[in-house]
């Protein structure tokens, strides 16, 4: 079957830096896709990666490795608007995306 | 960017009653819309794949029946949910795929938050 695992929740305080873990078995891999959802809120779009690596965009970061089924976010100089649910997709085989549960992160000041 | 509205943002009815959600793209035309279920501190769950001029794929235990999708042109997709109970109360939301971009991106509309009394 396929899976996605992340942590259910994670605390940070403010100004630090956070790193959520993503780790996935799926039929196929066409990308592997973060999303930011606050409560109450769709789902919006923070990263895409196909290649294995480093993508760096602001105070968010994104890494993939193909061959161990790894990705994870790295917030940051967090801020208190950081504090959401972190969302860890991958794109299959099909084109389908199969979302993870997702990551509630905390940020105390 | 693409923009996905979703129309109504919150419902409120009656058990046994029909609730019918709008989902258009705005500044794009989408074959494809996907239509999620969300129930608090739970992730998306897909519950149809929505094609332009074709029946909806439904995911297995999605009641089609009850979950009508119709995807009547290429800017507007709809999810009438019939005879809607207390354990239908969620929060519904829908997306719409760009193609031809680098990773065919799906756009999330603001989602609707359905409460069967």
């Known amino acids: 079957g396929q899976n996605i695992d992340q942590p259910t929740e994670m605390t940070a305080t403010e100004g630090a830096i956070v790193q959520i873990n993503c780790t996935y078995q799926t039929s196929g891999f066409n990308g592997l896709f973060w999303y930011q959802q606050h409560a109450g809120e769709a789902p919006t779009f923070l990263s895409y990666n196909v290649l294995d690596g480093l993508e760096e965009k602001g105070r968010f970061s994104s890494f993939l490795s193909r061959s161990k089924g790894y990705s994870y976010l790295l917030l940051k100089e967090l801020q208190m608007k950081d504090s959401a649910s972190y969302l860890c997709a991958v794109l299959d085989s099909n084109y389908q995306l199969i979302w993870g549960a997702g990551t509630k992160l905390i940020i105390k000041p | 960017g693409a923009v996905v509205s979703q129309h109504p943002s919150w419902v409120i009815c009656k058990s046994g009653t029909s609730v019918k959600i709008e989902c258009r793209s705005l500044?794009?035309?989408?074959?494809?819309m996907f239509w999620y279920r969300q129930f608090p501190k739970q992730s998306l769950m897909l519950m149809a794949t929505s094609n332009e001029g074709s029946k909806a794929t439904y995911e297995q235990g999605v009641e089609k029946d009850k979950f009508l999708i119709n995807h009547a042109s290429l800017t507007l997709s709809t999810l009438t949910v019939t005879s809607a109970h207390p354990e239908d109360s969620s929060f519904y939301i829908c997306?719409?795929?760009?193609?031809?971009?680098?990773?065919?991106?799906?756009?999330f509309g603001p989602g609707t938050r359905l409460t069967v009394l």
């Open positions: 500044d794009f035309q989408a074959t494809t």
């Open positions: 997306s719409a795929r760009l193609t031809g971009t680098e990773y065919n991106e799906q756009f």
